[in-house]
Nanobody, 119 residues
Framework: QVQLVESGGGLAQPGGSLRLSCAAS????????MSWARQAPGKGLEWVTG????????FYTKSVKGRFTNTRDNAKNELYLQMNMLKPEDTAVYYC????????????RGQGTQVTVSS
């Protein structure tokens, strides 16, 4: 069964950093573009960033551009999200997803990891 397992979430202060990881198994990770999405309390799912299969292209929603970095290691079947200069509005459950025809076409999605930004 396909698995995507996120880790690395937790509590951070405003201006702080966190690094999320997503471990993939039971599917050909290197053949899929990947996205990170998040869901804040009381809000819908928001796409955050996407990355091409080989990591050659990354794309970000405007609110995180310049602060978040999306990378992958196909040899390890892992996806990462480095989050710097965190803001309270970044508080959400973060999900990694393997995508289909677009960065918003979530074919497989993990269970999520909570990120809370608060002083």
């Amino acid at each position: 069964q396909v698995q995507l397992v996120e880790s690395g979430g937790g509590l951070a202060q405003p201006g702080g950093s966190l690094r999320l990881s997503c471990a993939a198994s039971k599917f050909n990770f290197a053949s899929y573009g990947m996205s990170w999405a998040r869901q804040a309390p009381g809000k819908g799912l928001e796409w955050v960033t996407g990355i091409y299969t080989d990591g050659s292209g990354t794309f970000y929603t405007k609110s995180v551009k310049g602060r978040f970095t999306n990378t992958r290691d196909n040899a390890k079947n892992e996806l990462y999200l480095q989050m710097n200069m965190l803001k309270p509005e970044d508080t959400a459950v973060y999900y990694c997803a393997a995508i289909g025809s677009s960065f918003l076409d979530y074919v497989y999605r993990g269970q999520g990891t909570q990120v809370t930004v608060s002083s």
